[in-house]
């Protein structure tokens, strides 16, 4: 995986300080498809559906700073790809082998 050190992510010093912080969700876009890692980790899955919402908020203003748009363009257009898709109603869940951790046989 190769990308460059401006697109790279990093963890917030805020995270890294609390030792009760979860991750939930690495994604990549991989061969013209997105990939991801998903941890289940709340009871209730609204908390996820409200994480979503957080990320398309924040990921419209990254939009504005990064690229100029117009913030609230951007959210739009965010809702507008969520909607397609959950209408679309053709995504298909493709699980990849567990890889054990070393020292784990």
Partial sequence: ???????????????????????????????????MSVKPAFKDPIQFGQMLAYAARHM?????????????EA????LQGLSEVVKADNVQTVAEPAVK???NA
């Fill in 60 to 72: 419209a203003h990254g939009y504005a700073v990064r690229h100029g748009h117009n913030e609230r």
């Fill in 75 to 78: 959210y739009n257009r965010i």
């Fill in 1 to 35: 995986m190769s990308e460059a050190s401006e697109f790279q992510l990093t963890t917030p010093d805020s995270v890294a300080a609390d030792p009760q912080a979860i991750e939930v969700l690495r994604m990549w876009w991989s061969k013209n498809e997105p990939v």
């Fill in 101 to 103: 951790a070393k020292g």
